[in-house]
T-cell receptor, first 112, second 114 residues
């Protein structure tokens, strides 16, 4: 069965510091992988996605993620966090049957 | 603004009732997806329609049904409502039917069942 694990429920980082949000997935074949961001009271916005090719994926707002098949991971990174990055981040996996599974989310707080 | 609209924004109803949530996709998008976000279960994929036809089914209860109309808007019908159905319901749309197509999410409808 497919599943997504985001082990960190809350993370606090200082503005300007680097960020890494962890995501591990369970899926037999090569998955489609996504990172979304949700600001309070808003819908989800796609940050980046991976389905094949270069395992380092660049997204919007300066985010990137790296697919590591051997570790079943797709961690999200940003070199320097801005206060506006405070939000909840969701990792998701999709398959060829168009079914999608989301992690439980990581809430990011940014300290001034 | 993603271009996806959802109505109503909030809905309060009682157990046992039936409600209809509406979604208008972005102009040009043929796929519509429905998701439920609750504190208990997190974010769950319910169902996908593409150009009027059901394409994929997730964890959608039998009490729930959806359809996509010729003008491509979609409705999610929730019946025999229970307290546990209280959640935020999102609609998303994409151009095509592939899992890799970017989905654009609407602002959601918050359903409260009393």
């Amino acid at each position: 069965a497919q599943s997504v694990t985001q082990p960190d429920i809350h993370i606090t980082v200082s503005e300007g510091a680097s960020l890494e949000l962890r995501c591990n997935y369970s899926y037999g074949a090569t998955p489609y992988l996504f990172w979304y961001v949700q600001s309070p009271g808003q819908g989800l916005q796609l940050l980046l996605k991976y389905f094949s090719g270069d395992t380092l994926v660049q997204g919007i707002k300066g985010f990137e993620a790296e697919f590591k098949r051997s570790q079943s991971s797709f961690n999200l990174r940003k070199p320097s966090v801005h206060w506006s990055d405070a939000a909840e981040y969701f990792c998701a996996v999709g398959n060829n049957f168009n079914k999608f599974y989301f992690g439980s989310g990581t809430k990011l707080n940014v300290k001034p | 603004d993603s271009g996806v609209t959802q109505t109503p924004k909030h809905l309060i109803t009682a157990t046992g009732q039936r409600v209809t949530l509406r979604c208008s996709p972005r102009s040009g998008d043929l796929s519509v997806y429905w998701y439920q976000q609750s504190l208990d279960q997190g974010l769950q994929f319910l169902i996908q329609y593409y150009n009027g036809e059901e394409r994929a089914k997730g964890n959608i209860l039998e009490r729930f049904s959806a359809q996509q109309f010729p003008d491509l808007h979609s409705e999610l019908n929730l019946s025999s409502l229970e307290l546990g159905d209280s959640a935020l319901y999102f609609c998303a749309s994409s151009v095509g039917t592939g899992a890799i197509d970017t989905q654009y999410f609407g602002p959601g409808t918050r359903l409260t069942v009393l």
